[in-house]
């Protein structure tokens, strides 16, 4: 019984290149969530996907970032042309349904380091 | 604009005696609250949630009290233990929606 798997569990680029964080939720899960921890900061939400569908991207910046939870397969959180600021832990979380009675079960997170 | 809010980043507790960890929200449109608890280098987990028709929630030694009024929750640890010792967040969110993130409670539970 697997539970939200992300990978890598480190990722390290240089600044203008593209970084790929990838989620594969819980089994029987189509809910996922991204949130970014930078330093020293709280949980910030990013995007909410369903299959196919982006419901809440609320929290994503305007620029350079994207989502996508295709029909197969995990999520990707695609960051393009990455900065220094773009250093943070990134989490991935899943639910059944809109979290609810149990909330979310997160991944261990992607470490994105920009150099 | 943090609509959810741990004002006290660090929290230090001797084993055996009470934990309080406190969170405050701002938006009344929440109607429910969790609390998750982190290791470093590792996902958040679920420790206890909490719905806006209750106003206290036990699990074992983790009991949640949520104030409406004064729009506050907080999560009690009795006793605490070392194995507590980790980064708290608290969570809340609005007819299902995503949920907002407090900014974390270090506590460290001294042996």
């Known amino acids: 019984n697997a539970g939200v798997m992300q990978n890598p569990r480190h990722l390290v680029r240089r600044r203008g290149q593209e970084a790929r964080l990838r989620c594969s939720p819980m089994k029987g899960h189509s809910h996922v969530y991204w949130y970014r921890q930078l330093p020293e900061e709280g949980l910030k939400f990013m995007v909410y996907?369903?299959?196919?569908?982006?419901?809440?991207e609320s929290g994503m910046p305007k620029e350079r970032f994207s989502a996508e939870f295709p029909k197969e397969g995990p999520s990707i959180l695609r960051i393009q042309q990455v900065v220094r600021g773009d250093s943070a832990a990134y989490f991935c979380?899943?639910?059944?349904?809109?979290?609810?009675?149990?909330?979310?079960?997160f991944g261990s997170g992607t470490r994105l380091t920009v150099v | 604009d943090q609509q959810v809010k741990q004002n006290s980043p660090s929290l230090s507790v001797q084993e055996g005696r009470i934990s309080i960890l406190n969170c405050d929200y701002t938006n009344s449109m929440f109607d429910y609250f969790l609390w998750y608890k982190k290791y470093p280098a590792e996902g958040p987990t679920f420790l206890i949630s909490?719905?806006?028709?209750?106003d206290k929630n036990e699990d074992g030694r983790f009991t949640v009290f949520l104030n409406k009024s004064a729009k506050h929750l907080s999560l009690h640890i009795v006793p605490s233990q070392p194995g507590d010792s980790a980064v708290y967040f608290c969570?809340?969110?609005?007819?299902?929606?995503?949920?907002?993130f407090g900014t974390g409670t270090s506590l460290t539970v001294i042996p």
């Open positions: 969570a809340a969110s609005a007819l299902g929606n995503q949920f907002y």
């Open positions: 909490i719905s806006s028709i209750k």
């Open positions: 996907l369903q299959k196919e569908n982006i419901i809440d």
């Open positions: 979380a899943s639910s059944p349904s809109t979290g609810g009675a149990v909330g979310y079960t």
